[in-house]
């Protein structure tokens, strides 16, 4: 297989260039399927049809996050545990957009009809999307070892995946509204560069690096017992459920963001205007990417994810500003900026939840504890999901057609009442995770340290297989020093987590 014989590091921009591809294509089915379904000239299922389809949707993932992560540490190949499920599992999901989009007014179904496919479908597609997510993340934390070379594939995971979605919103609304391509062309045109990317992922991925971590492990994998560790993990439980109110909000935006720019912003759906409105969105957004990563590097991946959940709620609460589209694009361009900090730290924090887990557990479950994580973090989705669906039938918004007494204020009250209060949610979970996953961070940086006089960090593997170094030997050392104080770092280290040179310091003394 194609990088299974590499001797280089895992190229971190042939390695996050996948992301372009497989966010390009998926977007098609996460941010157009409602506009298609419930929005269009002719409505082909009503609002209830399609946040039930929400719910299930959800279910079903919980359920095949877990099966999937089961089968998937229990195969090992050659390859490694994940490049042969995304060699198979790459054609599915081509498949089943190109199936979500086959069907139009003049297929024969009944309404019943209609949202029973879209649910079916939708089921369809997460189980593809599952198998392609989870073994593309499971192979973050084993092919880059350090911080350093965490936050910067993390940087370029974004910022392909970024451009991904702004490509997706952009050239969308063009093709199908100026150009009057169908849906189900665009499933076809946008598997394109799916496929390429994944073939140039392949050729800068060190797979053997994959491999290795497998063989490391000393304790053979188990599913009731990785479920056991995991909840009754609390740092693992709060980071997941702060991570879920990120996840209960970008759900919300991609399922109602055409409501919100019809409604509230008065921006009429398709054409020039709409993706003007993208590009200027994903233009501060990709630019604030690389300032990210310098702030990262300047205080530390744990102290910027936690700022930034610190702020979230009243950032959100602008959204109840706009009356038009200059002040929308204004406000959506300030959430912009402040969203690319939320998206590389969880990368670099859930790399050290994996690094963690192994140290303690001597096994190497990737895959399973995102599947977990997964889990965890769709418990907002469905409560927020339950939240709208309640709001809409209140107000009496069913659809574009039938849009209730006041749809400005059921959409204005979606974005800029329930977001900020998930997201204030997600704030005191994330603190949570703070003070219950210090120790055990400071524990793992001094372990990643190769001597007392350097800065520079060794594999998580090494460490397991070096049997001249214990936990417990670290465990014992009274470590004083706070691993998100890092304003006094030497500036000619590589190293992200600045407070360790302090601390290596106070040992020599």
């Known amino acids: 297989m194609i990088g299974l014989n590499r001797t280089k590091k895992t190229n971190p921009i042939g390695f996050a260039s996948f992301l372009f591809g497989l966010t390009f294509l998926t977007q098609l089915f996460q941010a157009f ?24 949707f959800i279910v079903v993932d919980w359920l095949n996050d877990i099966i999937f992560s089961a089968i998937s540490e229990r195969i090992n ?49 997460e189980n593809a999307s599952t198998v392609m997510y989870t073994s593309y993340n499971a192979l973050f934390p084993t092919l880059f070892d350090t911080t350093n070379e965490r936050n910067k594939a993390s940087m370029f995971k974004h910022i392909f995946e970024a451009i991904g979605m702004g490509a997706c919103f952009v050239l969308t609304p063009i093709l199908i509204d100026e150009v009057h391509m169908t849906y189900w062309h665009l499933s076809l045109l946008y598997s394109v560069p799916y496929f390429v990317t994944l073939i140039i992922m392949f050729r800068s991925s060190r797979l053997q690096d994959d491999v290795k971590a497998s063989v490391s492990n000393r304790v053979k994998f188990s599913i009731k017992e990785t479920m056991k560790d995991a909840f009754t993990d609390k740092s693992f439980i709060f980071y997941n459920l702060a991570q879920s109110a990120t996840a209960a909000i970008m759900a919300l935006v991609i399922t109602l963001y055409q409501m919100y720019f019809k409604f509230v912003i008065k921006m009429e759906s398709g054409g020039f205007m709409e993706s003007l409105c993208y590009i200027v969105i994903f233009v501060c957004l990709l630019v604030s990417l690389p ?73 190497s479950r990737e895959a399973a504890l995102g599947s977990i994580g997964n889990l965890i973090q769709r418990v907002s989705v469905i409560i927020s999901a339950i939240f709208v669906l309640a709001l809409t039938k209140i107000t009496g918004y069913e659809s574009a057609e039938v849009p209730g007494r006041n749809p400005e204020i059921t959409f204005r009250i979606a974005f800029g009442v329930i977001m900020p209060a998930i997201a204030l949610f997600g704030t005191v979970c994330a603190w949570l995770f703070y003070k219950f996953s210090k120790e055990d961070r400071k524990m793992l940086h001094a372990l990643k340290k190769k001597s007392l006089d350097q800065t520079t960090e060794v594999s998580i593997n090494d460490i397991i297989n070096d049997n001249t170094t214990t936990i417990d030997e670290v465990i014992k050392n009274d470590f004083s020093w706070d691993l998100d104080d890092q304003s006094n770092q030497n500036k000619d280290t590589p190293s992200e987590d600045k407070s360790e040179d302090n601390s290596n310091d106070q040992q020599k003394q």
């Open 77 to 125: 190949t050659k390859w490694g545990k994940r490049a042969p499920w995304l060699v198979i599992g790459s054609v599915f999901i081509p498949l089943f957009i190109f199936l979500t989009y086959f069907v139009d007014s003049k297929t024969p179904f009944t309404p019943t009809g209609f949202g029973l496919y879209y649910i079916f479908i939708s089921i369809l597609f």
């Open 291 to 363: 300032i990210w990563r310098i702030v990262i590097k300047k205080f530390g991946h744990v102290k910027v994810w936690l700022t930034n959940f610190t702020l979230m709620p009243f950032v959100l609460l602008i959204l109840l500003i706009p009356t038009d589209y200059v002040s929308g694009m204004i406000i959506l361009s300030i959430i912009a900026i402040g969203f690319g900090g939320t998206m590389s730290p969880p990368d670099m924090i859930f790399a050290e939840i994996i690094d963690l887990d192994k140290l303690k557990h001597h096994v």
């Open 33 to 56: 399927n409602t506009k298609y379904y419930n929005l269009g000239t002719t409505a082909l299922i009503t609002f209830a049809w399609a946040s039930a389809a929400k719910i299930v």
